[in-house]
C-alpha cells in the first residue's frame, strides 16, 4: 500500500443526488463517486495516508477498500500530482468576467424583454413579417444572396457562441471560444466543461445563452424590418435583408429542438435529468436492444461504462434520439426543401432568355 502523504490539485465536489461530481476545473476532467468514494477522496485530500483512509473507510463504511487501485484510477483522471510536479494554483477571475456579469444583469435582462414584446405586437399585426423561407430571396441576385447570407451568418454564429462563453465566465469559469471549419463553413465552438464544478441549476444559463441572443436578434431584426419597410429603396432592400437574416436564425433556433445532435437543448435536457453521458448511452442501449433483436450478441457495447441513472433514463431516452432523425426530416421540408425549390427556379429561370430575346439579349 502507498505510503506517505498524497497530493492533490485543487478539486472541486458538487453532490448530485446519491453522486458527487469531482474535477479539475483547469483541465475539465470529471469523475462520478459515490458518496463515500468521495468521503474516501477528501480523507486522502486532507492528509491521511493510503492506510489510514483504509482504516477510516473500513471503520465507518463496513467494508475494506482497495485505496491503492483508488488512488490510480484518480491518478490517470490527473487528480494526483507526480513526483516532482507543482500543484496546480488557484485560477484568477475569468477575462471578461465583468463584461458576462452585465450582459445577465437585471437591466440586461429588462432590454431583452422589451425587444421580444415589442417584436412579439409587431408579429401580431403584421403577418408580412412573419419569417417565411420566401425571405431568403431579398435580392433577385442568387450570388448576392449566396454571399450575404454566408458572411452575415458568420457573427450572428458568433454570437450566440460568445454568449455561452460570457455566461459561462460570469460564473469565474475559463470558457474558451475556438474557430474552427465543417467543410467549407467556419464555425465556433464553446468549451465550457467546467460547468461541472458549479451547482446544477448554475449550469442553464450557460447552455441557453446562445439560444438566448438568438430570440433577442431574431426580434431587432423583426423590429428593423418593420421599421424601415416604408421608406425608400434602400430602405425596403435593408429591410428585406433584416427578415432573411432572421429567417436563419428561426431556423437554428428550431435545429436546437433535434436533440439527437447534442445541441443545447440536449444539455439543459440531460442536466435536468440528472444524465452525464446521456447521448451515448442512449444510443449504445437502443443499439444493443436492435442487436439481441436481430441475433448479433457478439457486437453488444458494455454499458456498465455509464452510471445507473444514465442507464435508467437512457433505456427510454433513446427513442427521443429516433424521432429526432424524423425531426430532421421535417425541419428540412419546412426550411430546406422550399429555400432549394425556389433557387432552383429561379436559377432556372435566368437561365434562359425571355420570350422575342435570344441569347444576347437583342431583338
Known sequence: MTDGRITFHPLSFVPEGADVVVGRGDTGTYAVLPHDGAALLRRLIGGSTAAEAATWYERNFGEAVDVDDFLGSLTDLGFVTSPGSAVAGTATAPR????????????????????????????????????AASHVYFTAS??????????????????????HVLAGQRLGLHSRLGISNRY??????????????????????PFLAGMLIDVVMAAAFT??????????????????????LC??????????????????????????????????????ILANRFRRLTGRTSGLVDETQWTDRDRRVGSWYGWFIALGFAGTVVL????????????????????????????????
Open 332 to 363: 428540412a421540408v419546412v426550411f430546406t426543401v422550399p429555400i432549394a425549390v425556389t433557387y432552383a427556379a429561379r436559377a432556372v429561370q435566368g437561365s434562359w432568355p425571355e420570350p422575342g430575346r435570344g441569347t444576347s439579349g437583342t431583338r
Open 223 to 244: 423590429l428593423a424590418a418593420g421599421a424601415l419597410a416604408g421608406g425608400g429603396a434602400f430602405s425596403a432592400y435593408t429591410s428585406r435583408l433584416c427578415l432573411a
Open 247 to 284: 429567417f436563419s436564425i428561426v431556423a437554428r433556433l428550431a435545429w436546437q429542438l433535434l436533440l439527437h445532435l447534442r445541441t443545447d437543448l440536449y444539455y439543459v435536457l440531460s442536466t435536468a435529468l440528472n444524465c452525464y453521458d446521456l447521448h451515448d448511452a442512449s444510443r449504445s
Open 142 to 163: 442568387l450570388v448576392t444572396v449566396q454571399v450575404v447570407l454566408m458572411f452575415g451568418t458568420i457573427p450572428l454564429s458568433f454570437l450566440h457562441e460568445a454568449y
Open 96 to 131: 471578461f468576467q465583468w463584461l458576462g456579469r452585465a450582459l445577465f444583469s437585471a437591466p440586461a435582462w429588462l432590454i431583452y424583454a422589451a425587444v421580444v414584446v415589442l417584436a412579439l405586437i409587431e408579429l401580431a399585426g403584421r403577418p408580412d413579417l412573419r419569417p
Open 184 to 205: 467549407n463553413f467556419v464555425v465556433f465552438e464553446t468549451k465550457n466543461n467546467g460547468l461541472l464544478s458549479v451547482r446544477r441549476g448554475q449550469r442553464y444559463l
